[in-house]
């Protein structure tokens, strides 16, 4: 086989009388493949980070998040776990059968305001969230 002139053979030599095992020996490091090392370890980094503060983010009231969000640049959109986190970062308390917390709301004229808990007398209430135009 030839393998041209820039290919060296490689000896490795395993001595197992040692008490720490096997005794390979050390690869001699190349400069670029420990740049691109250090620049994978980087942006990996820099990357948690971002997934990090942008999953902190969701966890801001609405307003503020959405504050947040108009300033960011977008390509994060699609390089981050988008859907993933937010179905984890705004997962409600609420289980199947429990009780709804309190809440106030406007009526649609807002000149007075609804409460659940004066709805819920001894009645149920059904909510219904969406568009019917």
Not at 18 to 47: M, T
Not at 74 to 93: E, K, N, S
Request: aromatic share 12%.
């Amino acid at each position: 086989m030839n393998f041209g002139e820039s290919a060296r053979p490689v000896a490795v030599v395993y001595n197992l009388a040692s008490a720490g095992g096997w005794n390979l020996p050390a690869p001699k490091s190349d400069p670029a493949v420990r740049f691109i090392l250090k620049l994978v370890v980087v942006l990996a980094v820099i990357y948690a980070l971002a997934v990090g503060l942008f999953f902190a983010a969701m966890h801001q009231p609405p307003e503020k998040f959405a504050g947040i969000v108009a300033k960011m640049p977008p390509v994060f959109f699609p390089v981050l776990p988008f859907r993933q986190m937010w179905t984890v970062a705004r997962r409600g308390q609420l289980e199947p059968g429990g009780r709804a917390p309190e809440f106030e709301l406007s009526t649609h004229d807002k000149q007075s305001a609804v409460r659940l808990s004066e709805l819920n007398r001894g009645r149920p209430v059904v909510l219904v969230f969406g568009s019917y135009t």
